[in-house]
């Protein structure tokens, strides 16, 4: 497998999740992340969600809060993914 195309996730007693293979952060609020990954998207769920370390040219996130669930869903399966919002750009640059 290429180094780029490589896609961990690690979560630790539902608290703590590291990932590898992140491409993009599409939405992200204390309740949901959602990141499009190079595997597909992944959808976060939990409560107090905070993501504490990103870094895009990696492809690493890591994040913290309480995880109630993890949903995975491969690019073009469906329809487009419904953000509220502006999107992470359209956050920052407020």
């Known amino acids: 497998m290429e180094e780029q195309a490589r896609n961990r996730l ?10 590898e293979g992140v491409r993009l952060v599409e939405k992200f609020d204390e309740e949901e992340i959602v990141l499009e990954t190079n595997m597909g998207f992944l959808f976060l769920k939990g409560t107090d969600l905070h993501i504490t370390q990103l870094d895009l040219e ?8 309480f995880f109630a669930g993890l949903q ?3 690019e073009g399966s469906g329809s487009k993914i419904k953000t509220k919002g502006r999107g992470i750009l359209g956050r ?3």
């Open 10 to 19: 690690t979560l630790v007693n539902r608290q703590k999740l590291t990932l």
């Open 58 to 65: 990696k492809g690493t996130l890591a994040a913290e809060g």
């Open 72 to 74: 995975f869903r491969e």
């Open 92 to 94: 920052l640059l407020k």
